[in-house]
């Protein structure tokens, strides 16, 4: 159980251009979910939380305009990377945390690696 | 804000051998502390986590322990193989509250 995808696992686009990246709980409700970015041999970092149905929060330093998240219902949750440059080249993993038994944990995805040419 | 610490950054062992990997965190009031594994181009897997009120907890060859008032928790791996091979992130956070503060991982190497 607590299974979290990803979608798309890689994504490489062009410099300008926007990319969306969708993450889903598969087999309970999220009532919340994070998205990190990680850069290489590097820790995870918070980039923002979102609560179903609220605005995320962003952690300092993290654009809200470039990096749009969406978390529409109890299992989705999408970050949108607007106007990608290729500093914005990145693994972005998304994480959820339910009710119930798990609430306490994060579960994460399996990340989306990100190349801006 | 919360503040971990952790060590070593990488570790070698040999296989069969014992693993033991180290953070510290600074917020008295943490009470969470989950433990991931993270596989080269993967996401972190949750491998065991412990609650404040609990010392110790083990899972077959892996364990945590807990020391609160010395505001440090370990993770300790038995019987090691080469599988075990990844980067651990252990983290701290407020029970039911949203942010983990994560360690900056270590690197475990198990040489067959």
């Known amino acids: 159980g607590a299974v979290v995808s990803q979608h798309p696992s890689r994504v490489i686009c062009k410099s300008g251009t926007s990319v969306k990246i969708e993450c889903r709980s598969l087999d309970f409700q999220a009532t919340t979910m994070f998205w990190y970015r990680q850069f290489p041999k590097k820790s995870l970092m918070l980039m923002a939380t979102?609560?179903?149905?609220?605005?995320?929060?962003?952690e300092q330093g993290v654009e809200k305009d470039k990096f749009l998240i969406n978390h529409a219902s109890l299992t989705l949750s999408t970050l949108t990377v607007t106007s990608a440059h290729p500093e914005d080249s990145s693994f972005y993993i998304c994480?959820?945390?339910?009710?119930?038994?798990?609430?306490?944990?994060?579960?994460f995805g399996p990340g989306t690696r990100l190349l801006v040419l | 804000g919360e503040n971990v610490e952790q060590h070593p950054s990488t570790l070698s062992v040999q296989e069969g051998d014992s693993a033991v990997i180290k953070c510290t965190y600074s917020?008295?009031?943490?009470?969470?502390f989950p433990w991931y594994k993270q596989e080269l181009g993967k996401g972190p897997q949750l491998i065991i986590d412990i609650r404040s009120n609990v010392g110790e907890k083990k899972d077959q060859r892996i364990a945590v322990t807990l020391n609160k008032t010395a505001k440090h928790f370990s993770l300790h791996i038995t019987e090691t193989q080469p599988e075990d091979s990844a980067v651990y992130f252990c983290a701290a956070s407020l029970y039911l509250f949203n942010k983990f503060y994560f360690g900056s991982g270590t690197k475990l190497n198990v040489k067959p």
């Open positions: 917020d008295s009031a943490s009470n969470y």
């Open positions: 994480s959820a945390r339910g009710g119930g038994s798990i609430q306490e944990t994060q579960y």
């Open positions: 979102s609560n179903e149905g609220s605005k995320a929060t962003y």
